[in-house]
Nanobody, 124 residues
């Protein structure tokens, strides 16, 4: 009934850029869904990287990515993007897309529909 799928990961050198995409589909989502990106490194806690509300007017960013990452969405395509510029080795992680059945939330616990993740590797 609900499906979230990421794409766009890969390997880049420090200072480079990547764009992650995530498509959310399924009747469960209805018409108002907040979307978010999380990341996790093995052995460390998951980080709440960015979130965007249904209209695109509300956004959240982790302090360490502010000014470098931009979250956006295209509701006509049920797709959210994470534009990552100025990548650093510490950005290396598996990035997960997630959805919340709310027009806007920045509570990470509200996101309970998850993709399988996409690897981002930044070399120095």
């Amino acid at each position: 009934q609900a499906h979230v799928e990421e794409s766009g990961g890969g390997s880049v050198q420090a200072g480079g850029s990547l764009r992650l995409s995530c498509e959310a589909s399924g009747r469960t989502f209805g018409s108002t869904v907040s979307m978010a990106w999380f990341r996790q490194v093995p052995g460390k806690e998951r980080e709440f990287v960015a979130a965007i509300g249904w209209t695109g007017g509300n956004k959240y960013y982790l302090d360490s990515v502010k000014g470098r990452f931009t979250i956006s969405r295209d509701n006509n395509r049920n797709t959210v993007y994470l534009h990552m510029n100025g990548l650093k080795p510490e950005d290396t992680a598996v990035y997960y897309c997630a959805a919340a059945l709310s027009p806007w939330t920045e509570n990470p616990d509200d996101f309970n529909f998850w993709g399988r993740g996409t690897q981002v590797t930044v070399s120095s």
